[in-house]
């Protein structure tokens, strides 16, 4: 099984590409940016460990983890947010991990992890391969505007905390170009795909 993660800044359209693997590939796929939430749930194995770490004061009335006052707790503190990344991170790695197992027992060829912050996570240790998506600034302000109601104030904020052009480049193994429409976007991948021996004609 190839394990590819896909990286990027936020609106480059890892989205698209992890999708084009999903839909057309029959590939396993896993969404790393949402998994921590879902573990933080009541059932959910970081929500006991969050709870003793940071006591009742960040739990809802229903008992459930108030991720709003957790947010604003970490805010700015980078010994708490340090706390609760070492409670949540090896819990998502595990996951992962399991997940790639499971894919690879039911026999899968492709596992796609995407995550924005991939590299700073270090799940690249156990990709065969990261690529990352590149678009241009404007481009992706655009996509952000029309298809989540964002202000360019916004994106350029959420863009400010992420890795540069720059440095995604140097960190990961190949760049897939998203400047055009999603044809080419997909022409693109398969031409890898190709070239990794992962695509027949
Ligand atoms: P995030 O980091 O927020 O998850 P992302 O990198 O996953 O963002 P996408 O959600 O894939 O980005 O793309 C942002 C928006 O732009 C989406 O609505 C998507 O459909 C659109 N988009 C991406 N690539 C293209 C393209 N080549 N042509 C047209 N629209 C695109």
Same mark, same amino acid.
């Given at each position: ?18 999708? %084009?693997?999903?839909? %057309?590939?029959? &590939? ?8 921590? !939430? /879902? ?13 003793? &770490? ?13 991720? /709003?006052?957790? !947010?604003?707790?970490?805010?700015? @503190? !980078? +010994?708490?947010?340090?706390?609760? @990344? @070492? ?7 595990? %996951? ?19 995550? &924005? ?16 998506? /590149? ?19 916004? &994106?350029? !904020? ?15 193994? %190949? ?19 190709? +070239? ?6």
């Amino acid at each position: 099984m190839f394990v590819l993660g896909i990286t990027g800044g936020i609106g480059s359209g890892k989205s698209e590409v992890t999708g %084009y693997f999903r839909d %057309y590939l029959d &590939a396993s796929v896993c969404l790393a940016d949402g998994i921590g !939430a /879902k573990l933080q749930a009541k059932d959910g194995p970081a929500y006991a460990p969050i709870v003793s &770490a940071f006591g009742k004061d960040i739990l809802c009335e229903n008992g459930c983890l108030d991720r /709003k006052k957790l !947010a604003s707790v970490v805010f700015n @503190d !980078a +010994e708490q947010l340090k706390i609760l @990344d @070492d409670i949540v991170h090896p819990l998502v790695e595990n %996951y992962i991990q399991n997940e790639m197992a499971r894919s690879r027992t039911e026999g899968k060829k492709i596992f796609v992890v995407e995550s &924005a912050i991939l590299i700073e996570v270090g799940y690249k240790q156990f990709c065969d391969e990261v690529w990352f998506v /590149k678009a241009p600034k404007r481009i992706r302000i655009k996509r952000l505007k029309e298809t989540r109601d964002m202000t360019e104030s916004q &994106a350029l !904020a959420v863009m400010s905390r992420q890795l540069s052009d720059e440095e995604y480049e140097k960190k990961c193994d %190949y760049t897939i170009k998203n400047n055009a429409d999603l044809e080419t976007l997909f022409k693109r991948i398969e031409k890898r795909l190709r +070239e990794l021996n992962l695509l027949e004609d």
